[in-house]
């Protein structure tokens, strides 16, 4: 130990003669090393650690159900009705307990006053599931959460609680208004806890309360897919055993009732949503810039690797006099060593600098918005940067190592050391090393560029360019369906009149946020051709939601004032639809039977195909009907503005003025369609 600490002494005092040079080594490194421990951060993030706050996490599993569809591959997904989740908690054996959520924006409040929340609408067994224990008060109750309509009580988020209360005891017992409801504040959740995923929420109520928000018969359809799941497993049970019971159960339950789905597979997946079968966007670009920034790396232990041989060849006399004096060649080269490790752990130190200074930069860029605020620095983070700045460092450190142990000790003492040939191929060698790394990251560069023009020029079938999209949920604010329609009429009024808007128009879906599929009939068929996404998926729309959204028609009519409740039953489709119901006839006048109707609609129109949830998704299959003919109490509104110039400038006038159509309304929710493909569109 003491002769270690005498070699870590003179290597500072060697760093220390030559600050340029230790200098320019260290923020070399501290890039290399920066880049390394931002990603490992955000990797960290997604796919290592658990969620804070659960319990054994390596026994909450998260089910996904794989598809297959002839001539269309495998289609996997998280999202179940909640019939599924029942299934599994009532009729399996290898779960020790199974829990249903989904993630939501609310309304706090009404009026001016409103504000938005993000919300866990959860089952009873949520908490308990995965083991938490409340920081104040308790969790709800089965009672709660009992059907058809549970008591309206909340949990609060640790952070919401501090802010909306003040962090005092006293929230217990408060009331909030949320929707038709005043909720009961029953509980606060412990600090850093939120949930299986790692999205940060406000506050968390029974799914019972707010479900018939969404659907009216989301307990018993098995058509509403909004839920997800999450399972603990029993004690002595692999995930292969409970998810081969699963998919027994799927199929069987399949075959005993509904749609046949003999090849379905249930798969379970860690409590990590990015470690599930088919990752996430996030973790895929986590992994790609992981394996960029460790190139990065390699091209900076390389440069230091050749400016340490280098530096070496002006003190090759001074390690011949102390291999002639008796050091060892072991001694020296641990010294040598030593000064290399210094020079990794100093930049290292840098490095932690840097993403302190810059990491939650690239932890918002990557990561999905909703993830929790804080510093990205933590003891995992620390020891992470230690060892791999410890490890480059000596990496860097074995070429003059090497060097000093091939030289030749006579003319080292009579010549002060020269440029041998052994030592001139080394260089060479890491210079080659450099230039083949760099132009293998100028290339991924240059792809990578391509795919983003490639996919900042993709025809979505819409133009999303100066759109905005206002949201409010009336149902949930205990609108009735009536009352709905009036106010979304008079808010499409003043919008039409609003300055600056050049288009306005009504909607129940809108694009990468959420939509309807309802079954389509046509008269002696069978059977219709299925594509990997499902539907076919319906929107019901004013006339002016195609010019309001930049869609093109490409035959036949668009809707018109006159497609009213009183009129013939009418519809546009897309043209992948057009294509797959008719490859041999003309759509139009074609008769289509929509859901359990009876009634023929007749299709006016063939539009062009436009994305509904995935910028790289296979062609969709849509319908649009008018407004004014909807029947199937779809429940939402979505409010669309094209503006004339700077759709940003018609944010907060556009919201004020849906504020005041009417007294008490929920939070208007209003922001550009182009963000809504923000979180596609970042990884690329």
């Known amino acids: 130990m003491d002769t270690l600490a005498q070699d870590i002494r003179y290597a500072f005092r060697q760093l220390g003669r030559s600050p340029g040079f230790t200098a320019a080594a260290v923020l070399t490194l501290a890039l290399g090393i920066g880049a390394n421990a931002a990603m490992f951060g955000v990797m960290d993030t997604l796919l290592f650690r658990p969620p804070s706050g659960i319990v054994r996490p390596d026994r909450v599993v998260r089910p996904y159900l794989t598809r297959s569809f002839a001539g269309m591959g495998a289609y996997t997904s998280d ?34 006053s409103a504000r938005p929340i993000k919300a866990g609408i959860v089952t009873a067994g949520f908490f308990p599931l995965l083991g938490v224990r409340p920081y104040l008060g308790r969790f709800i109750s089965p009672e709660e959460d009992a059907l058809p309509h549970g008591i309206p009580v909340a949990v609060l988020g640790y952070a919401f609680w501090k802010q909306q209360f003040g962090g005092a005891a006293s929230a217990l017992g408060q009331q909030l208004r949320i929707g038709t409801h005043q909720y009961s504040v029953i509980g606060v959740a412990p600090p850093g806890f939120t949930g299986p995923d790692i999205e940060s929420l406000d506050l968390w109520v029974p799914l019972s309360t707010l479900a018939d928000a969404i659907d009216t018969e989301w307990a018993t359809t098995r058509n509403a897919y909004f839920f997800r799941r999450i399972a603990r497993l029993k004690d002595g049970v692999t995930r292969e055993q409970a998810a081969a019971e699963a998919t027994t159960l799927y199929r069987n ?51 230091i690797a050749n400016l340490l041989l280098a530096r070496a060849v002006h003190r090759q006399r001074e390690i011949a006099i102390r291999l002639t004096i008796g050091a060892s060649g072991g001694r020296v080269a641990r010294q040598l060593l030593v000064e290399s490790a210094m020079l990794g752990l100093l930049g290292g130190a840098a490095a932690l600098l840097l993403v302190w200074w810059g990491g939650d930069a690239i932890r918002a860029l990557v990561l999905p918005a909703s993830v929790p605020a804080g510093t990205s620095l933590d003891a995992r983070m620390i020891v992470f940067t230690a060892g791999i700045a410890l490890l480059t460092g000596v990496l860097a450190g074995l070429a003059p190592v090497w060097h000093a142990r091939a030289a030749d000790l006579s003319v080292a003492l009579k010549t002060g050391g020269g440029v041998g040939q052994a030592r001139s191929r080394l260089r060479g060698a890491l210079l080659i090393g450099q230039v083949m790394l760099s132009v293998v990251l100028l290339a991924g560069a240059g792809l990578l560029v391509r795919s983003l023009h490639n996919v900042l020029d993709l025809d979505l079938g819409f133009d999303q360019h100066q759109v905005l999209v206002a949201s409010m949920d009336l149902k949930e604010a205990g609108y009735s369906a009536a009352q709905a329609d009036a106010v979304f009429q008079l808010a499409l009024n003043r919008m039409q009149a609003l300055p600056g808007v050049a288009h306005a128009s009504l909607a129940v879906g809108t694009p990468f946020s959420w939509s309807f599929s309802q079954r389509v009939r046509l008269p002696g068929r069978d059977s219709l051709p299925q594509v990997a996404d499902g539907g076919p998926y319906i929107n019901a729309v004013t006339p002016d939601f195609f010019a309001t959204m930049g869609t093109t028609l490409l035959r036949g009519r668009t809707l018109t004032t006159g497609d009213n409740a009183t009129a013939s039953r009418v519809a546009i489709i897309d043209q992948t639809m057009a294509r797959l119901y008719w490859p041999s006839a003309d759509p139009i006048g074609q008769c289509m039977i929509l859901g359990s109707d009876s009634t023929c609609t007749q299709v006016v129109g063939i539009v062009k195909d436009a994305h509904r949830s995935s910028l790289i998704e296979s062609a969709p299959l849509q319908y649009y009907i008018p407004l004014a003919q909807e029947r199937f109490d779809l429940n939402r509104r979505d409010l669309f503005v094209r503006a004339s110039g700077d759709p940003a400038a018609l944010i907060e006038p556009v919201r004020q003025a849906l504020q005041i159509v009417a007294p008490d309304l929920p939070y208007a929710n209003v922001r550009p369609l182009a963000g809504l493909l923000d979180r596609q569109l970042r990884p690329w």
Do not use: K
């Open 79 to 112: 999202v179940f009705s909640y019939p599924d989740f029942t299934d599994l908690r009532d009729h399996t054996r290898s779960y020790e307990s199974v829990a249903a959520y989904f993630n939501t924006d609310l309304s706090l409040g009404r009026g001016s």
């Open 253 to 303: 339950l399949h075959l005993a009732g509904r749609e046949p789905d003999p090849h379905g597979i249930v798969r379970l997946g860690p409590v990590q949503a990015a470690h599930g079968p088919d990752g996430s966007r996030e973790a895929t670009l986590s992994l790609w810039l992981m394996g960029v920034s460790l190139i990065v790396l390699l091209i900076a232990c390389a440069n």
